[in-house]
């Protein structure tokens, strides 16, 4: 059985895998776009649209608000940090480059992209992209620990911490350990890619794109090619790892069959994308914060000795670093609850500040009746998501479970 | 309590102060006070009587009795009476203490007063500029009789450089400008957020970039039957509420009323327009928070609304029906059934969006408990419409100051309870559903008989008023009329719904995220005004170019054209 055919080996994988990645992702950019457009009765623009508007972008002007270098650089360095991932994303089969422990080097550069976004925003200095570039930094902080996780769980089944050694046992494994971790994955997928309902940092509605709102030109173009590249990105990742089956020998059929799979998740995010209004940015943490207590470790039979105390999930995962290959705790650790905290300078540190103690368990002292409205929020997003569509669907008026009393009353 | 107890009261209390009393009719009482006792007596009406504050009207009136009027205009909701008092001020010391304090609804009206007019309002607490522009000369004011229409001053004149004082910021927050251009903002207006990481701390707010000088146009380049084709224009989505409102107000004025088949017509067409402003703003609503499936939706329902509407007066907005007297057009009987065919239609499908709406809970979790205003907050800064209906008061101008049909039938008054945005939403999505209702109702019930009054004066004399209140979408909207010779008003004063409910935004969004800001703002659906034309300028040779309306429609036919070629 040859589950872990690589892609290709050395440079004409790379190759691939840039194809596939980057090149597609505008492609099933283009295919949400129609998707969306369909459950909104409307035509919608042509499938490449999404490369009509990167190649408009990339001849337009680039008009800057500072020759700052950070400014400059953060486009190519998001755009560049995706490339670099892409060549160790698995398909289905190995990735283009892949090598022991390549599944922590993956989950290092996976926060590259977002860093450039952040720095980027922050140093453009307009308000509105300092806000969103510290949206970004709490999504990235709540929903990576919940993907780590999600993907340390599957290192530990597999006894690897290579993407090739985790694809050979998956496959022939299911358990529900892998399964939970998958859910968790599915669910922070959403964020991780920016879509409804937790597109805060970007919110056009609220803050103007956030940290793109000084940007124009090339460097929009290479900033939304990163977005697109990262869908597509962690939508193979979550397929090859968490939806193997039925794994077939040949390497091609094995990609084809993993992009077939990728376009069903894309769907499925599409449509949650859809029928969902923006959450706040206090709601989503609550929302990844309850996800990631969720991935139970304790179904991870071998950790259960000596554990220290668990009720945060944090805690957790440092200390399942710890279990599974003695490496330090990664990305984690900085939002590991308790210990010294800097002085709140500036915004930016104050939502670190206040990322710590979402993640650390602490309850947020946020809002007027926060805690009950984001307890209602949670959960229901994907069964509300089906609900709606069937409720506003062209033909309409079915799915009426939630009808409002005095409205049937009068309408009778 | 009856206008004569009332006078009786006010008499009791103030004694003298109390120099004169017109009564128009039963319901609507004119009292003349001494300029010394307007706060004692405002207050009084407010605190003691239960009255809402509605607006302050000034008028010039030095060539007739030689003294600027300042009449406050106060609504007793439960007695369904208007009661109006007025001050006249000397031209050479034009001051008048300000009810602010006391009355807090008057905020901006007291500003506006010194902006137009030029009477002081002693002791406000925020004398700041309100409508006209900051480069406008000091000492010049528009409302004025000696002020010509269209006799404006230069572009570039002594104030050329002068800016808007703005608060300043408070200590440790920075500013987040939103406006005068923003996604969301669809008109010009300006709001600067102090805020403290996303949590808005305190606001500013500046409007009226695009003030159109429509009250100037009213009392001294147009006549009464030109007016309500102006008045229609001054809201593009609800232009019909002031058309009827100022028509309801003249007729009223003149002494006379329009038919009952004409008050019929108009009700059905504010409420086709409570249907598709309500559906509008939820399209809106939706994509302020990012659900475009809501706005796609909600504006698909909307068409055959649009399609009723030009059935019945030609026009899908802006209908130019209204005339003093009566209305221009029927409705033939023979659409009649195919307008209630529509009407059922647009029954099932709106029923069917706003059952998918409020049974949302995501979207509920996200309105809920955000922009709170309570009952006794919403009393104060005496906000109108769905705004004060969501705060649990069931305050209706069609129920409160019934006109035109809904006399005979009367609207249900949808109130909800939790005082959030979401309360607000509830609101609006109900009463569509009730408009709807209403409209079926009234199809069926309308009377035979003509559309226009025959008793219409040949003169009008001066010194006239009458007061009225149409429920527009997002509020009352009031219009004043005082007659004057020259067949046009002497002061015709216009109050839209969201001059009141925008006071009340600083307090909505204390302490909220920037999130919460623009679905804060849009759960009021504010209305600021709307502009008719384009400018393009080309930044690098400096040429510009007006788009007029011919322009923007051809473009936009060929757009049409080219999407239907694809």
């Known amino acids: 059985m040859n589950v872990t055919a690589q892609m290709l080996s050395g440079i004409p994988g790379a190759i691939l895998a840039v194809v596939v990645f980057v090149g597609l992702a505008p492609l099933a950019e283009g295919l949400l776009r129609k998707l969306k457009a369909i459950v909104h009765s409307r035509q919608g623009p042509p499938i490449i649209q999404p490369y009509l508007d990167l190649a408009k972008l990339l001849i337009k002007e680039d008009l800057a608000p500072c020759t700052n270098w950070i400014w400059r650089m953060a486009p190519a360095l998001c755009l560049g940090g995706t490339i670099v991932l892409a060549l160790f994303t698995p398909l289905g089969v190995r990735p283009a480059f892949g090598f022991s422990g390549d599944i922590l080097v993956f989950i290092y550069l996976a926060a590259i992209p977002s860093i450039a976004i952040i720095l980027g925003a922050f140093a453009s200095g307009n308000p509105y992209a300092y806000v969103g ?85 090339p460097g929009m173009a290479l900033f939304r090619w990163a977005m697109h590249a990262r869908l597509m990105i962690f939508t193979a990742l979550l397929v090859s790892i968490f939806i193997p089956w039925p794994h077939v020998a040949n390497a091609g059929l094995s990609m084809l069959l993993t992009l077939a799979k990728m376009a069903v998740v894309l769907a499925l995010v599409g449509v949650v994308d859809v029928v969902n209004p923006r959450l706040r940015i206090d709601q989503s943490m609550a929302y990844y914060a309850r996800i990631g207590g969720r991935v139970d470790l304790r179904h991870c039979g071998r950790l259960r000795k000596d554990r220290p105390d668990d009720h945060q999930q944090t805690e957790r995962g440092d200390y399942l670093l710890q279990g599974g290959q003695g490496h330090a705790a990664l990305s984690l650790q900085t939002a590991r609850p308790g210990g010294e905290l800097p002085r709140p300078r500036d915004r930016g540190c104050r939502e670190v500040h206040r990322v710590r103690r979402v993640c650390g368990g602490v309850p947020l002292p946020l809002h007027r009746g926060h805690r009950s409205v984001s307890r209602q929020a949670g959960p229901r997003v994907l069964p509300r998501a089906l609900h709606l569509l069937r409720a506003l669907r062209r033909g309409l008026p079915r799915g009426r479970r939630h009808r409002h009393p005095g409205i049937r009353d009068r309408h009778q | 309590m009856t206008s004569v107890e009332l006078i009786g009261k006010l008499r009791e209390k103030f004694g003298a102060a109390i120099q004169d009393v017109c009564e128009l009719t039963p319901s609507k009482v004119r009292v003349e006070v001494a300029p010394a006792s307007v706060v004692p007596v405002c207050e009084a009406l407010y605190r003691d009587l239960g009255a809402r504050f509605l607006i302050t009207a000034g008028i010039d009136s030095r060539a007739v009795r030689g003294c600027f009027d300042v009449d406050h205009i106060f609504s007793l909701d439960p007695d369904k009476m208007f009661v109006i008092v007025r001050a006249s001020v000397p031209p050479e010391r034009a001051t008048l203490d300000s009810i602010t304090p006391r009355v807090p609804a008057a905020f901006w009206a007291e500003r506006e007063l010194y902006d137009v007019l030029g009477v002081k309002a002693e002791g406000h607490p925020d004398p700041r500029r309100l409508i006209m522009p900051d480069d406008w000369p000091e000492g010049l004011f528009p409302l004025r009789k000696d002020v010509k229409y269209g006799d404006w001053p230069a572009v570039g004149g002594e104030n050329a450089d002068a800016s808007y004082p703005w608060k300043p910021a408070p200590e440790g927050t920075s500013t987040v400008v939103v406006g005068p251009f923003f996604p969301v903002l669809e008109e010009p207006a300006q709001l600067r957020l102090y805020v403290d990481g996303e949590r808005v701390v305190d606001c500013d707010y500046r409007g009226f970039y695009s003030h159109r000088g429509i009250e100037k146009m009213g009392d001294s380049a147009l006549t009464y039957n030109e007016i309500p084709f102006v008045a229609e224009r001054i809201c593009g989505i609800c232009g019909f509420i002031h058309s009827s409102c100022y028509c309801e107000t003249a007729e009223e004025a003149m002494g006379i009323r329009a038919p009952r088949r004409a008050r019929y017509i108009r009700s059905l067409m504010l409420e086709v327009e409570r249907i598709h402003s309500h559906l509008l703003w939820l399209g809106i609503a939706g994509h302020i928070i990012g659900f475009d499936t809501v706005l796609m939706q909600a504006w698909r329902v909307r068409e055959p609304i649009m399609w009723l509407c030009e059935k019945i007066t030609g026009n899908r907005k802006t209908y130019g029906m209204n005339l003093v007297g009566g209305v221009r057009r029927d409705i033939p009987k023979e659409v009649q059934p195919e307008l209630l065919e529509v009407v059922d239609k647009i029954e099932k499908e709106t029923v069917a969006i706003v059952n998918a709406v409020i049974g949302d809970t995501v979207l509920k979790a996200r309105l809920s408990g955000v922009g709170m205003l309570p009952e006794e907050k919403a009393k104060e800064l005496a906000v109108v419409g769905p705004t004060v209906r969501g705060s649990n008061l069931p305050l209706d101008a069609r129920v409160d100051h019934p006109y035109a049909a809904y006399d005979e039938i ?126 393009i300028i080309n930044v690098r040779s400096g040429e510009s170019k007006v788009l007029d309306q011919q322009e923007l429609l051809r473009l936009s036919r060929e757009a049409t054209e080219r999407l239907r070629g694809r």
Not at chain 1, 161 to 172: D, N
Not at chain 1, 173 to 178: D, K, T, Y
């Open chain 1, 133 to 217: 570039g510290s949206r970004e930094m709490m999504v990235m902080l709540s929903v990576e620990p919940v993907m780590s996780i999600a993907l340390l769980v599957a290192a530990i089944k597999a006894q690897s911490l290579t993407f090739a050694g985790i694809l050979e046992r998956s496959a022939v494994e299911p358990s529900i350990s892998m399964g939970v971790a998958g859910l968790a994955f599915l669910l922070a997928l959403q964020a991780q890619v920016g879509k409804l309902p937790f597109d805060m940092p970007e919110a056009e509605q609220e803050i103007m794109e956030g940290p793109f709102i000084e940007r124009s030109g």
């Open chain 2, 410 to 535: 009367p609207p249900k008054v949808i109130t909800h309870p939790d005082c959030d945005n979401w309360a607000r939403v509830v609101v609006r999505l109900e009463e569509t559903i009730e408009s709807i209702r209403w409209i079926r109702e009234g199809l069926k019930q309308m009377p035979d008989g003509p559309i226009m009054a025959s008793d219409i004066p040949e003169d009008i004399p001066p010194e006239q008023w009458g007061v009225f209140v149409v429920e527009a979408p997002r509020g009352e909207a009031i219009h004043y009329v005082v007659t004057g010779g020259d067949n046009r008003p002497a002061r015709w004063r216009v109050r839209a719904p969201t001059y009141q409910n925008l006071q009340a935004l600083p307090y909505l969004i204390e302490q909220e995220t920037i999130a919460d800001v623009p679905i804060t703002l849009g759960s009021m659906d504010p209305c600021f005004s709307c502009t008719e034309r384009t400018e």
